[in-house]
């Protein structure tokens, strides 16, 4: 089967899914296989529980199963019991080929964004303002990797006049291979900071890895919006077509802080006129993402009172900087991610905040490689500049190094010392990676006590 004609059953059956357990009746359902799961062992499950056609790159043969079970993988593999299994090469391959086929029915703008830092934030924001003028269609949550992208891709509706992309990565050339399909015409990277540098291989490595949008973008006669304040953001988007700068100073658009306690205020002294934004995100270190989405709203002549209207009114959720309150505490969960710029953003962020009885719970970082214990050292040389009430140091390599300040194995161990220490009247921060799960040290918070975000 061609690409084209399976395009044309997407078009009969436009819902797309690779999990089972989500799956609807009439779903296309690809069998995608990793190192601990093979979806192809479920295709005919697939088929019982209503999906239209499943797409798989493994049957069965003579009794045994074709390619490598997975290391969960239990049983034999389900016979092809129906025409309405398709068999390809690789399924994963033909997902993001389906995808980039769909791509090329429009022509419509497709901005895509990455970054080390504040890349999900700078895409809801974006969103938020384009949504009020055009028909957006953006990226779900974080589904920004290799399959989460070729799924937004395909939930793109037909009538959408901007589709807003958002590309994650931990290793070079990922973001290069997300461009063939993808194919940008405007890009935005926030930041190249120390994130993922065990794939990377390194701070260099990071810049190189996130610049794959700029070559692309350069290659295509694209269109940047570039942070002005950073200079070697200035250095890697030399010789794309289009630049349009954002920043503090010397650029088309420009804004300063006006206040970061308790919610970020900007105001914008340069390239618009909507004076100052106050916004529900907390940490001078948003200023950027603010501007950078007042950026695209002018570009895209949105009107200035639905750019300010649409930053004031979004709300970060996902454990990204919520506000939660609880016996007089007032906490601050960053637990979505966490790397050695954001943890350093945060905590000086945070010591900065005028408040009382302020107390750091802080989970490990991951994927920094060699530099990991490094790194690790950096922040609790950092936390010692400041006076704290409590500092907790929870897993990986903060159980490593010495440190004068409470340690804990995980969350959980942490989450019952936060139980039994009976805080009261405090300021809180919890931030760490998603290894860590950071949240589950408020489970014993009801949902009820969670108030407001930041």
């Not at 006049?161 to 940008?184: D, L």
């Not at 010692?384 to 004068?404: A, K, M, N, T």
């Not at 949240?439 to 014993?444: G, I, N």
């Amino acid at each position: 089967m061609t690409i084209e004609q399976l395009y044309r059953l997407y078009l009969q059956y436009p819902s797309v899914q690779t999990d089972t357990r989500k799956l609807k009746k009439g779903d296309l359902f690809f069998a995608l296989k990793g190192p601990h799961f093979n979806a192809n062992l479920f295709a005919a499950q697939a088929l019982e529980r209503g999906a239209a056609y499943a797409i798989v790159d493994e049957v069965q043969q003579s009794g045994e199963i074709a390619g490598s079970l997975s290391a969960e993988g239990s049983g034999k593999m389900q016979e092809v019991v129906s025409d309405r299994m398709i068999r390809v090469d690789d399924a994963l391959q033909t997902l993001q080929d389906l995808a980039g086929y769909h791509r090329s029915q429009f022509r419509i703008p497709f901005l895509a964004v990455t970054g080390s830092n504040g890349k999900t934030t700078t895409k809801e924001l974006i969103h938020a303002v384009l949504s009020t003028t055009y028909r957006t269609s953006t990226t779900q949550g974080n589904l920004n990797n290799h399959i989460g992208i070729p799924l937004t891709l395909l939930g793109i509706p037909r009538d959408t006049e901007i589709a807003v992309i958002e590309m994650g990565a931990n290793h070079q050339k990922e973001i290069e291979g997300y461009c063939r399909y993808t194919r940008p015409t405007h890009g935005i990277i926030t930041n190249a900071g120390k994130a993922h540098l065990e794939g990377f291989g390194g701070p260099e490595g990071v810049k190189k890895g996130k610049g794959e949008l700029y070559q692309f973008l350069k290659k295509q006669g694209g269109t940047a919006f570039v942070m002005w304040d950073y200079e070697y953001l200035r250095e890697m988007s030399a010789g794309i077509p289009h630049i349009i700068t954002y920043g503090t100073k010397d650029a088309a658009l420009t804004g300063n802080l006006k206040q970061s306690e308790p919610f970020l205020s900007v105001d914008i002294t340069r390239g618009a006129t909507t004076g100052t934004i106050s916004t529900q995100l907390v940490g001078d270190y948003n200023l950027p993402n603010v501007l950078a989405a007042v950026a695209v709203g002018r570009y895209f002549k949105v009107p200035e009172e639905r750019i300010s209207t649409a930053i004031g009114q979004y709300t970060p959720s996902n454990s990204r900087s919520q506000l939660i309150q609880k016996d007089g505490n007032h906490i601050i969960l960053d637990a979505y991610n966490a790397n050695p710029s954001s943890m350093k953003a945060a905590i000086e962020n945070f010591a900065a905040m005028q408040a009382p009885s302020k107390i750091l719970i802080l989970g490990a970082m991951a994927e920094l490689g060699e530099e990991s214990l490094n790194e690790h050292q950096g922040i609790v040389r950092l936390i010692g500049q400041y006076p704290w009430s409590q500092v907790v140091l929870v897993g990986g390599d903060f159980e490593r190094i010495d440190h004068p300040y409470l340690r804990f194995a995980d969350s959980k161990e942490a989450a019952q010392w936060m139980k039994s220490a009976g805080l009261k009247n405090k300021y809180i921060l919890i931030k760490g990676s998603r290894s860590t799960k950071m949240e589950q040290v408020l489970e014993p918070l009801a949902d009820g006590d969670r108030k407001a975000h930041f």
